[in-house]
């Protein structure tokens, strides 16, 4: 056993996401690189003829032997939680001892003796908080490897963590609670050295950093369950809001309780022979496998996040097959499904651009989209003119005057979007506490009731019907205002959109709105009382499930 006392100055930042999570570091304040181990400094030493075998195994039930960028596992990775079959909450667990973080999952086969779960950011289980903090002790332990092998002091090694500025104080105050006595367990240093950003604000101090030009900006993080923005101007960040609209609204279950009776989105139905066929033409079991699991689960986000990994799969690229299973490009050429993206991106802008104009704020100079979910919009467009020439008519609309001689400018990381955040993170590690940051929270009612366009005290005791139906009403506008906008930026000119798929959506985009309203208004309540504030707009309540209703009647229309 070796013995260490080293010096360097580890500061790591976490982006624990709804589907994947990244983690990158710094060593004495130096440069940013995603988390790695190599074979210098690998936690787990395997030899002789059980050593492939092994690597398989103590990849699910342990630690691989190796993490990074041209490694089997590398980060971002999926946010999933191994446990033992066997495990029983009302007991004592321990992080690799019961628990751990199955870096194979969706790469290779599993075990039946183990159990992987997901959506461990937003479940409302009462055993989640404990799933939480096992991921994270089996985070630590990685993380505390790295820094006693590394010549690290442990107990002046930072951690950063993320929130999205929708998160509910109690769910956010659970999630502190976890990170801060997680630390203290296993580093020892003092609990200043967690650090709590918000997910809106750390892509922004990545941007203002990077890019030279950077004023008058807006950025929008997307995820898998939350879109987070920041208005800023000048260094300064003057407004944050945050909501439930993101990568799930098009590839989740919005609004489904019963799990063993729900159908999976049929956008992901629509693919699941090409891909099948792929896998099973060219032998490739251990991935067919996970795919017929995945699909007996019915979570429909578990099999979307499955397709989008599937190019970059190990076993996919030595057998030079990404371009086949390609799920990003399948979707950027399919012109059916194009007007779900449409709508999506536009809803997005629209609200943004309705924030901004009753804020009095000149339209934005740079938009800036980080998160894993921002990566849809390259399947809207793989043209940045083009996205910048419609993102601009939505504001000259809304506006009622023409865009600034300045323009506007799109900026993204199409490689790893996720990695914006946590870059963001280490270039400015600042505390951002909870009920500081909710001061400069602005939730747009989409609904002006006494001449107030922004909640200001309201709680969710002032919810009656006529809020609802108003919410309603400012849907069927947006609706409209799409409609609109093809007349002018024809959307299969510009998009490769059906025609036939419009039509379709002219229909169903209108219906059924209030029962989604109600549906999405009904999951908030289990998360707040009465007597709370209202911390996130509803326009967007009726348009997540607007958007699986139209994915619905597309695909039975070519089907």
Not at 107 to 134: A, E, F, Q
Not at 330 to 349: C, P
């Amino acid at each position: 056993m070796q013995h260490k006392s080293g010096s360097n100055q580890f500061t790591f930042a976490i982006d624990f996401g709804t589907t994947n999570s990244h983690i990158e570091y710094s060593v004495n304040q130096g440069a940013s690189e995603p988390f790695s181990m190599t074979q210098q400094d690998a936690m787990l030493k395997l030899w002789g003829t059980l050593e492939n075998q092994a690597k398989y195994i103590f990849g699910y039930d342990v630690l691989p032997d190796a993490i990074g960028e041209d490694k089997l596992y590398k980060f971002p990775m999926r946010t999933a939680l191994c446990l033992a079959s066997t495990t029983n909450w009302n007991k004592a667990v321990y992080p690799l001892g019961h628990t751990n973080i199955p870096f194979p999952y969706e790469k290779k086969r599993g075990y039946d003796y183990n159990w992987v779960m997901t959506d461990l950011k937003w479940s409302n289980d009462p055993d989640n908080i404990k799933r939480i903090k096992n991921y994270i002790e089996s985070l630590f332990i990685m993380l505390r490897m790295k820094v006693l092998l590394c010549n690290g002091n442990l107990s002046n090694t930072k951690i950063i963590w993320f929130y999205p500025i929708s998160m509910v104080e109690n769910r956010y105050n659970s999630f502190s609670d976890v990170w801060t006595k997680s630390y203290e367990k296993y580093f020892g240093g003092d609990e200043r050295n967690v650090i709590p950003m918000t997910e809106s604000v750390a892509p922004y101090e990545h941007y203002r950093s990077a890019e030279a030009n950077v004023g008058n900006i807006v950025t929008i993080d997307i995820g898998g369950g939350t879109t987070d923005i920041v208005l800023a101007k000048d260094g300064n960040v003057n407004n944050i809001t945050s909501f439930h609209f993101a990568a799930d609204s098009i590839f989740g279950d919005p609004y489904i309780s019963n799990r063993s009776s729900a159908s999976v989105n049929k956008l992901l139905v629509q693919y699941e022979k090409k891909i099948k066929d792929v896998l099973t033409h060219n032998k490739l079991g251990d991935l067919l496998d996970i795919l017929e699991q995945h699909h007996k689960s019915r979570i429909s986000s578990n099999i979307a996040s499955f397709y989008f990994s599937l190019k970059d799969n190990n076993d996919i690229v030595s057998k030079k097959l990404s371009d086949n299973v390609d799920f990003n490009n399948m979707l950027l050429l399919d012109s059916n499904y194009k007007i779900v993206f449409v709508i999506f991106y536009a809803a997005i802008i629209y609200h943004l651009a309705h924030i901004m104009k009753a804020k009095s704020l000149e339209m934005p100079r740079h938009i800036a989209f980080s998160g894993n979910g921002s990566k849809v919009i390259r399947i809207l467009s793989s043209s940045n003119s083009t996205l910048e020439k419609f993102t601009k008519r939505i504001f000259e609309k809304i506006y009622g005057e023409n865009y600034p001689a300045d323009g506007l400018t799109i900026l993204q990381n199409e490689n790893n979007p996720k990695e914006v955040t946590c870059k963001g993170g280490l270039a400015n590690p600042n505390y951002q506490e909870y009920e500081k940051m909710a001061h400069m929270k602005m939730v747009y009612k989409a609904v002006q009731i006494n001449g107030e366009s922004f909640v200001n005290g309201d709680t969710y005791a002032s919810i009656d019907d006529n809020y609802i139906q108003r919410t309603v009403d400012e849907a069927k506008n947006f609706v409209n205002f799409v409609f609109d906008l093809n007349r002018e930026l024809s959307f299969k000119n510009n998009f490769d959109s059906s025609e036939i798929s419009l039509e379709i959506a002219k229909k169903e985009c209108m219906r059924d709105l209030g029962t989604f309203t109600k549906n999405g208004l009904d999951i908030k309540r289990q998360e707040v009382t009465n007597n709370d504030v209202i911390e996130e707009t509803m326009f967007f309540y009726p348009l997540s499930g607007m958007l699986n209703a139209l994915i619905s009647a597309i695909y039975k229309k070519n089907n």
